[in-house]
């Protein structure tokens, strides 16, 4: 009897754990978002042999803030919000996971945009990763790292 007690509490204690599963990571990245901090490190910067770093902590009234939803049919609408608090350089386009990555596709500033991010869960949000040309020079070394928080949109 005590041993059919044991094997009912360890069974009941897997089920459990089995449905109290982690979100996936698709249903985690449908949501509203803002960047919090972004580092972009090109080390051959517009063909040139010299490194380039942009990195921007968005801390001391900075001139942009950017903001993106995903939404459950696989697109997403990203902007700046700039400092009269206005909406601006809007873009939209669509995005995937599959695993531990998010997949984005649009066009930005003329220049169709497809990047792979790896994306790692914090407790404000996301940290993102990912190797793709960013200065445009044709080599795809850049490499970013970005970190967001879950915001309210209206």
């Known amino acids: 009897m005590k041993i059919k007690k044991i094997v009912f509490i360890l069974f ?29 490190e090109m080390p051959t910067y517009e ?5 380039y770093v942009f990195e921007d902590k968005f801390d001391n009234e900075p001139e942009l803030i950017a903001q993106s939803v995903y939404h459950k049919d696989g697109t997403f609408d990203a902007w700046f919000i700039n400092k009269e608090g206005e909406k601006i350089s809007e873009s939209d386009g669509n995005w995937s996971v599959k695993n531990d990555s998010l997949f984005v596709d649009f066009s930005y500033n003329n220049r169709d ?13 996301f940290l993102g990763k990912s ?20 915001i309210k949109t209206n």
């Open 113 to 125: 945009i497809k990047v792979g991010y790896h994306i790692e869960k914090t407790e404000e949000g």
């Open 12 to 40: 009941f204690g897997i089920v459990i754990v089995a449905c109290t599963k982690e979100k996936s990571l698709e249903t985690y990245m449908t949501d509203s978002w803002q960047t919090t901090y972004l580092k972009i």
């Open 131 to 150: 190797t793709f040309d960013w200065d445009n020079d044709g080599a795809f070394d850049d490499f970013l790292t970005m970190k967001t928080k879950r």
């Open 47 to 51: 063909k040139s042999d010299s490194l």
